[in-house]
């Protein structure tokens, strides 16, 4: 009760100085990705703000986001504040002088202080600030169980090469190290993408890696195919994965971490993204977080480039310099606003004041953690690709190399259908 009402007392100060100059004013419209339940906790989120303003925060959610946003820029009439899908389309409208400069109005040393540089630099273009970030999802986890893992005597790696090391110890027990799956229906390959990803912030720079997604860098690059070639030391070995590479391809992604909780264990290990927590729930509702499942970031492969960290967040830009604006997306920025809405749907937020008290559970708790102090943030790579070769041919290629197809020749398929859509 005490937590709560000094919660309630930060959130009437913050939003007493927000209503400045702005008590009384009609409305704000906000356009985003959410429905159902999300757009029930983004209307709780903004509710303390509406009720000690005055204004009314007037949402639209939409799943077709990206062509919405753009119709709607396009024919002038934009939406004061939107979400946007990643910090690509941000550098578009920035580019195109359609979205307004928060650093004229936001306090910077806040915004400093509670956030990452990395955060900051995703939501800048060109030395200014044009987006904020509200939450994130992270993917750079591997799921185990702490109580198999006690039993076995294994240590969790810290190192790319601790974490091989560990595999070969588990095969040589005759146990199996991973599980794997990249079945999803039309969307089969996804998973594999994030493996491939994660390697390539692990093994070049981020502005390689920023590079290589916007086809900056070819798929023939070495850097390429170095990332493709450490994955397939764990994929591509029948005593590593459950079911031999074959059951990668029929595994469907949302059943595959139930290896993990078979007795014995038919598997150890699985890398997947916070997400995967409700689907391990859902098939086994009788185990505790934190004590049957648990979770570690997935580790370093060149230790100058630390432990960086690939997921989505979301972000929010500003089309129009009006006070309430100002007056909302300040309010979205700040720690009281997003302890909310994390709270409310058990996502992450990079900001660094949020009380870790407002997380559902512990784990949760620990990828925040993870996710505010992560040396470096990239978006998954093939959602900032065109659909052509993100939700394409990279989706297919992964599976195509884990079935057997010569790398060369997936590289050089992928390439290009690249060559191709990055022309149009």
């Not at 390539?200 to 290589?212: A, G, H, I, K, N």
């Amino acid at each position: 009760m005490f937590k709560r009402l000094i919660l309630l007392v930060s959130v009437i100060s913050l939003i007493s100085i927000f209503s400045l100059g702005v008590l009384g004013a009609s409305s704000v419209t906000v356009l985003g990705t959410w429905t159902g339940a999300e757009e029930e906790a983004f209307n709780q989120m903004v509710a303390p703000f509406e009720s000690q303003t005055g204004i009314d925060v007037k949402f639209t959610g939409t799943r077709d986001l990206p062509a919405v946003l753009t119709a709607q820029v396009e024919a002038g009439s934009p939406p004061d504040l939107s979400a946007l899908p990643n910090p690509g389309q941000m550098a578009e409208f920035a580019r195109a002088g359609k979205l307004v400069d928060l650093s004229t109005f936001m306090d910077m040393k806040v915004l400093g202080s509670d956030y990452s540089p990395t955060w900051l630099d995703l939501g800048s273009y060109e030395g200014k600030l044009f987006g904020v970030f509200i939450s994130a999802d992270l993917k750079s986890l591997v799921w185990y169980s702490p109580k198999a893992f006690a039993q076995g005597g294994y240590a969790v790696p810290k190192t790319w090469d601790e974490m091989l090391a560990l595999s070969d110890q588990m095969v040589k027990e005759g146990k199996t190290p991973w599980a794997i799956g990249f079945e999803s229906g039309a969307a089969s390959g996804w998973p594999g993408t994030d493996w491939i990803e994660d390697i390539m912030l692990r093994t070049v720079e981020p502005e390689v890696y920023d590079l290589w997604v916007s086809h900056g860098i070819s798929w023939l690059d070495e850097r390429v195919k170095r990332a493709f070639e450490i994955f397939g030391q764990i994929a591509l070995n029948e005593k590593y994965v459950y079911g031999g590479p074959n059951a990668i391809l029929t595994i469907n992604f949302g059943d595959s971490p139930d290896a993990l909780f078979t007795t014995p264990p038919n598997a150890y290990m699985h890398r997947q993204a916070t997400f995967i927590k409700s689907f391990i729930l859902d098939h086994n509702p009788q185990l505790v977080p934190g004590e049957d499942f648990d979770f570690f970031p997935l580790p370093p492969i060149d230790a100058k480039l630390g432990t960086p960290a690939l997921g989505a967040a979301d972000l929010f830009a500003a089309f129009k310099n009006t006070p309430e604006a100002q007056a909302l997306i300040k309010y979205i920025a700040s720690p009281e606003a997003q302890e909310i809405w994390v709270g409310k749907l058990g996502k992450l937020s990079a900001n660094k004041r949020v009380n870790p008290a407002a997380y559902p559970d512990d784990l949760t708790r620990k990828a925040a953690k993870i996710l505010s102090e992560a040396s470096t943030f990239r978006f998954d790579g093939s959602d900032l690709m065109p659909s052509a070769v993100g939700a394409g041919s990279f989706w297919t290629g992964v599976l195509d190399y884990v079935s057997g197809v010569r790398l060369d020749n997936v590289l050089m398929t992928i390439e290009a259908s690249a060559l191709d859509a990055y022309r149009k």
